[in-house]
């Protein structure tokens, strides 16, 4: 029988912040051979070396342009292949939204997809956000093609259909639970993506994103906005997809799926 392998994906809002609250502790406790955060907002230069180059772990970070912005980052195990961190495309590049890490057939994307929010909440990025999904789509397909066995995770900043919020209807026009940002999600699960998480459980008041106003985490008003969606070719490897809840340091939540080590293959 072959050994279960977790793969994690955070958004830690601020990984010095999260780091503050524990994250270095949880790090090491996770029991995971690859962990991808988002939301770093540090380059990583101006990571503590606890961080940048934690015992045991392999390291690899993309910053943004833009200070304290954005930003992503991944801890493994085992040493990837390569680290792909561009889209080909000047503007998704210079926000440090992607990492593409090669283990074996495995290719790991971690991924901090764009809000559609613009300064003043306006839905102003929406299309930028839809480009980007639309680019990187396309980057992944063409890894599908070649035979990789591919898991996507991330901070998706979409919830897919209402099961994925706790007030729907206070949300009609927010981004994130647009019909156009909602289509180009089905649009993935259509091609064959699969949403890993409801593959397993298929119940809503699972969330990933609260709110940091007092109590709304304690009441679960949350959104399932961060997602780990695997390639058909990954996901016969894929023995479970899970949220952690109860995991603290960031409003958002750990997401993540166990998978047969044969997801590497040979």
């Known amino acids: 029988m072959r050994a279960l392998r977790r793969i994690l994906s955070w958004n830690v809002n601020g990984l010095r912040a999260c780091d503050a609250k524990g994250f270095r502790r949880w790090l090491d406790r996770a029991d995971a051979e ?14 503590p070396r606890r961080l940048l180059a934690p015992r045991g772990w392999h390291t690899y970070f993309s910053a943004a342009e833009r200070a304290g912005y954005s930003g992503v980052g991944l801890f493994a195990r085992r040493a990837p292949e390569a680290v792909e961190t561009s889209l080909a495309h000047r503007g998704f590049d210079a926000e440090g939204r992607l990492q593409l890490a090669r283990f074996g057939r495995l ?18 990025r929406v299309p930028f956000k839809l480009r980007f999904y639309r680019r990187l789509f396309e980057r992944l397909e063409k890894l599908r093609a070649d035979g990789a066995h591919v898991l996507v995770m991330g901070d998706y900043n979409t919830t897919q259909c209402d099961l994925d919020l706790a007030r729907p209807k206070d949300n009609r026009r927010t981004s994130g639970c647009l019909p156009n940002e909602r289509r180009e999600f089905a649009r993935w699960l259509a091609a064959g993506w699969v949403d890993t998480f409801r593959a397993f459980e298929p119940a809503g008041g699972h969330y990933s994103w609260w709110s940091q106003r007092f109590g709304v985490r304690e009441r679960n008003v949350g ?6 969606l695997a390639s058909p070719e ?27 080590d044969g997801i590497f293959g040979s």
Do not use: C, T
């Open 107 to 124: 290719v790991v994307a971690n991924v901090y997809f764009p809000n559609g929010n613009g300064k003043d909440r306006d839905n102003s």
């Open 223 to 228: 959104w399932r906005i961060d997602h780990v």
């Open 34 to 47: 690859i962990v991808g955060v988002q939301e770093v907002r540090s380059p990583a230069g101006k990571l």
């Open 234 to 260: 990954a996901m016969r490897f894929v023995r479970a997809g899970f949220i952690l809840r109860d995991v603290r340091g960031s409003d958002h939540a750990p997401v993540g799926v166990d998978v047969d």
